[in-house]
């Protein structure tokens, strides 16, 4: 089915926030318009606001489904993000926020956006409760491993912002090309922000 008459059939909602995915995947989120994205479709620019009553509100909803995407990439390669905190050894708990890092740096470069999106400080004062619930549910599989290592809640919290931080800033660099006389491989700085993650989770251990 073309994207042009996938609307007829009540889509128009979901290929609007998956093709404003798809812009800012190329241009970055400053970039996203719903003049541009209703050019894509081939609708009116009248016909994203029937769903949509602002940029702000469509933003919200590609939020929203990048957090729920960055969430399922997380669990579907870590299991024991889904356990609680005392399920988890601190060598699991280590290697689980490390592999989530090098995850985050390869969803970050490839949709051009991750928790500059996710958590964007506009878009939370919509008081979108879809959007606040998404965001929950990434920091909901990022938390126990954090608290495993760390063994207090408000330590757990800033060891995944330190964590994420250092991924987000590997993959905002491998996109402006700073990294590319080492190499254009994403991968290479995935696996560079996970053994930074693992450093982070060490210092931080409550063992120390």
Not at 24 to 50: D, K, N, Q, W
Not at 188 to 196: D, K, L, P, Y
Request: glycine share 6%.
């Amino acid at each position: 089915m073309s994207r042009k008459s996938s609307y007829h059939h009540g889509d128009l909602r979901t290929e609007l926030i998956r093709t404003a995915l798809e812009l800012i995947s190329e241009r970055g989120i400053e970039a996203l318009s719903v003049t541009e994205v209703s050019r894509r479709i081939g609708v009116s620019v009248a016909a994203p606001y029937r769903h949509f009553p602002s940029r702000d509100s469509l933003l919200a909803a590609v939020a929203s489904a990048a957090a729920h995407d960055l969430s399922s990439e997380f669990r579907e390669a870590i299991p024991e993000l889904g356990a609680t905190a005392e399920d988890i050894t601190f060598a699991a708990a280590r290697e689980a926020l490390g592999t989530a890092a090098g995850i985050y740096v390869h969803f970050t470069a490839r949709h051009r956006a991750g928790f500059d999106l996710i958590f964007a400080a506009p878009l939370q004062g919509l008081g979108d409760e879809s959007l606040i619930d998404a965001g929950r549910s990434v920091m909901d599989v990022l938390i126990p491993p954090s608290l495993a290592v760390t063994g207090d809640p408000l330590t757990a919290i800033r060891l995944v912002e330190q964590i994420i931080s250092s991924a987000h800033g590997y993959a905002t660099l491998f996109l402006s090309g700073f990294y590319a006389r080492r190499s254009t491989n994403v991968s290479v700085f995935a696996e560079e922000a996970s053994e930074t993650a693992r450093a982070l989770a060490l210092c931080a251990s409550r063992t120390q």
